[in-house]
């Protein structure tokens, strides 16, 4: 395993190099069948009061916030750092109330409302996390699937895109039954679909399933956790979706230093607590106890954290989030208010998220290990006078803002009033990924945080890294790239988008 990690055999190009960083999706079109379905559902409601309810529903949404707000910081971090002082009795871990109990009870009116403003935004950084999950796993294909907190099925939806083919079986958990019925309805035109089960809480999917069944490969649970008001039921839930996860666990919320904040102490807890168990089993004697810690035991963060090691981003000030454009829906353009302004074609949803998975992270060399890099002066040397002429062409390219940028790849949707609605899934090909090209779980990328500062021929980035080929330790830092020092950097540096993985 040393001499892997020590090996110096160049893996990647310049070329390649770009395309595993590449983590980051510009302005995201929702699907058409997608566009269609809630355009479909939200007719057949006919609906009068729709922007009302818009905003109602906005208005429900910063309540919460406001009741999460009030927590104690000092009970948050006391159950972060000390979770067995809540577990006196073990009946507190095995909470009988469905979330749904303690949180936001979606009645019909907000759930048309959700469909119609938020479930597009939703899915689209759902289906950001998720395309990143395939693009670091590439062998990873879920049969089994728990959506937590299923609402309408954004989730759903975003795992029938990037996994079109391998899903076997879905457990959806819902206690509302207006979503319930609500997502039912926008799929129900769709083919091929998979054994789809709903349930109202968790302990109702424990008490009709089997023992043997209620390990899923992958358990997703989004936009849900904040809006739990009670801290030790948060921890309680994840802990039990974590039981149920087979392999990959999946946690996204909207992107605030609250949500972050939620993303930020669940990790920890569930890293603590892997941690805890292989602490336990490394000191069993016997030899069963340790083939089980080597293949059972430990966890690592697949995504965006590239290390498994205490946040660095912690009692900074910052906090860890992402954003994904998306091009607004017919619906959210006609339903959304704009105090009197036009609304925007685009919205951008800015959200956060971590990725477990089972096991201990993989032992990768490092991405630049044997790459030699030309500095501006070397590789002048070697072009042509016509190839200066192009790398000029490029400077002037780089000095576009990122919104012009961003409107330039803007993408027209035409109008679908009067097509048939979708119900095959033929109308989007899947893009072929070269697997060659792809970033490891190795402790050799680093993830950028906020965008990237592009001052000439000087780029700053903040990036996330390990400081160790294990990965149990990370930092947070300014990386800066100039294109006198290293120009075939610089050209990857001035490409990347907040998000996107940076190579060490």
Same mark, same amino acid.
């Given at each position: 395993?040393? +001499?892997?990690?020590?090996?110096? %055999?160049?893996? @990647?190009? !310049?070329? =390649?190099?770009? $395309?595993?960083?590449?983590?980051?999706?510009?302005?995201?079109?929702?699907?058409?069948?997608?566009?269609?379905?809630?355009?479909?559902?939200?007719?057949?409601?006919?609906?009068?009061?729709?922007?009302?309810?818009?905003?109602?529903?906005?208005?429900?949404?910063?309540?919460?916030?406001?009741?999460?707000?009030?927590?104690?910081?000092?009970?948050?971090?006391?159950?972060?750092?000390?979770?067995?002082?809540?577990?006196?009795?073990?009946?507190?871990?095995?909470?009988?109330?469905?979330?749904?109990?303690?949180?936001?009870?979606?009645?019909?009116?907000?759930?048309?409302?959700?469909?119609?403003?938020?479930?597009?935004?939703?899915?689209?950084?759902?289906?950001?996390?998720?395309?990143?999950?395939?693009?670091?796993?590439? +062998?990873?294909?879920?049969?089994? %699937?728990?959506? @937590?907190? !299923?609402? =309408?099925?954004? $989730?759903?939806?975003?795992?029938?895109?990037?996994?079109?083919?391998s899903l076997e079986r879905v457990n959806l958990?819902?206690?509302?039954?207006?979503?319930?019925?609500?997502?039912?309805?926008?799929?129900?035109?769709?083919?091929?679909?998979?054994?789809?089960?709903?349930?109202?809480?968790?302990?109702?999917?424990?008490?009709?399933?089997?023992?043997?069944?209620?390990?899923?490969?992958?358990?997703?649970?989004?936009?849900?956790?904040?809006?739990?008001?009670?801290?030790?039921?948060?921890?309680?839930?994840?802990?039990?979706?974590?039981?149920?996860?087979?392999?990959?666990?999946?946690?996204?919320?909207?992107?605030?230093?609250?949500?972050?904040?939620?993303?930020?102490?669940?990790?920890?807890?569930?890293?603590?607590?892997?941690?805890?168990?292989?602490?336990?089993?490394?000191?069993?004697?016997?030899?069963?106890?340790?083939?089980?810690?080597?293949?059972?035991?430990?966890?690592?963060?697949?995504?965006?954290?590239?290390?498994?090691?205490?946040?660095?981003?912690?009692?900074?000030?910052?906090?860890?989030?992402?954003?994904?454009?998306?091009?607004?829906?017919?619906?959210?353009?006609?339903?959304?208010?704009?105090?009197?302004?036009?609304?925007?074609?685009?919205?951008?949803?800015?959200?956060?998220?971590?990725?477990?998975?089972?096991?201990?992270?993989?032992?990768?060399?490092?991405?630049?290990?044997?790459?030699?890099?030309?500095?501006?002066?070397?590789?002048?040397?070697?072009?042509?006078?016509?190839?200066?002429?192009?790398?000029?062409?490029?400077?002037?390219?780089d000095s576009e803002p990122e919104d012009i940028?961003?409107?330039?790849?803007?993408?027209?949707?035409?109008?679908?009033?009067?097509?048939?609605?979708?119900?095959?899934?033929?109308?989007?090909?899947?893009?072929?990924?070269?697997?060659?090209?792809?970033?490891?779980?190795?402790?050799?990328?680093?993830?950028?945080?906020?965008?990237?500062?592009?001052?000439?021929?000087?780029?700053?980035?903040?990036?996330?890294?390990?400081?160790?080929?294990?990965?149990?330790?990370?930092?947070?830092?300014?990386?800066?790239?100039?294109?006198?020092?290293?120009?075939?950097?610089?050209?990857?540096?001035?490409?990347?988008?907040?998000?996107?993985?940076?190579?060490?």
């Amino acid at each position: 395993m040393a +001499g892997a990690i020590s090996e110096t %055999v160049q893996r @990647f190009t !310049a070329e =390649t190099l770009k $395309a595993a960083s590449k983590q980051s999706i510009g302005c995201y079109v929702v699907p058409l069948r997608l566009r269609r379905a809630i355009k479909k559902y939200i007719r057949d409601q006919e609906d009068q009061h729709m922007k009302r309810k818009v905003s109602r529903l906005s208005e429900s949404f910063n309540d919460i916030k406001d009741v999460n707000l009030q927590l104690a910081a000092s009970t948050a971090r006391e159950l972060v750092d000390d979770p067995l002082k809540y577990v006196g009795c073990s009946k507190r871990w095995k909470i009988k109330s469905c979330y749904g109990d303690i949180g936001l009870k979606y009645r019909d009116d907000q759930t048309i409302a959700y469909v119609a403003s938020r479930m597009p935004a939703v899915f689209s950084a759902c289906h950001r996390v998720l395309t990143e999950v395939k693009r670091r796993l590439p +062998g990873f294909s879920p049969a089994r %699937v728990l959506d @937590f907190g !299923a609402g =309408t099925g954004s $989730a759903f939806w975003a795992l029938r895109e990037v996994w079109p083919n391998s899903l076997e079986r879905v457990n959806l958990i819902e206690p509302s039954q207006s979503m319930q019925r609500a997502g039912l309805s926008l799929i129900k035109d769709l083919k091929n679909l998979p054994l789809i089960q709903s349930y109202g809480s968790i302990q109702a999917l424990s008490q009709n399933i089997s023992k043997s069944d209620r390990k899923h490969d992958l358990v997703i649970a989004s936009y849900v956790l904040g809006e739990i008001p009670s801290l030790k039921d948060r921890i309680t839930i994840v802990r039990q979706l974590w039981d149920l996860t087979q392999d990959v666990l999946v946690l996204v919320e909207p992107g605030t230093p609250h949500g972050s904040s939620i993303i930020s102490q669940v990790r920890s807890h569930i890293m603590w607590m892997e941690k805890r168990k292989s602490r336990k089993l490394a000191k069993a004697s016997n030899q069963v106890s340790k083939n089980l810690m080597t293949h059972k035991c430990g966890v690592h963060i697949v995504a965006p954290c590239p290390h498994d090691g205490a946040c660095p981003l912690d009692n900074t000030g910052k906090y860890c989030h992402f954003v994904q454009r998306l091009q607004r829906t017919t619906s959210q353009l006609a339903y959304k208010r704009s105090n009197g302004v036009p609304l925007r074609g685009f919205e951008d949803e800015k959200f956060c998220y971590v990725v477990f998975r089972r096991g201990p992270r993989p032992s990768e060399a490092w991405p630049l290990d044997g790459m030699k890099f030309d500095t501006l002066k070397e590789q002048n040397a070697k072009m042509n006078p016509e190839d200066l002429d192009s790398s000029y062409d490029d400077d002037q390219y780089d000095s576009e803002p990122e919104d012009i940028l961003y409107d330039k790849k803007m993408i027209k949707y035409e109008s679908d009033i009067n097509e048939p609605y979708a119900t095959t899934e033929s109308d989007a090909e899947e893009e072929a990924e070269d697997e060659t090209t792809r970033a490891d779980l190795g402790s050799g990328w680093g993830r950028i945080i906020y965008s990237p500062i592009k001052r000439g021929k000087r780029i700053e980035m903040d990036v996330c890294r390990a400081t160790n080929h294990d990965g149990s330790e990370g930092r947070f830092e300014r990386v800066t790239v100039t294109k006198s020092k290293n120009p075939t950097l610089h050209h990857q540096a001035r490409r990347s988008l907040w998000g996107d993985l940076w190579p060490f």
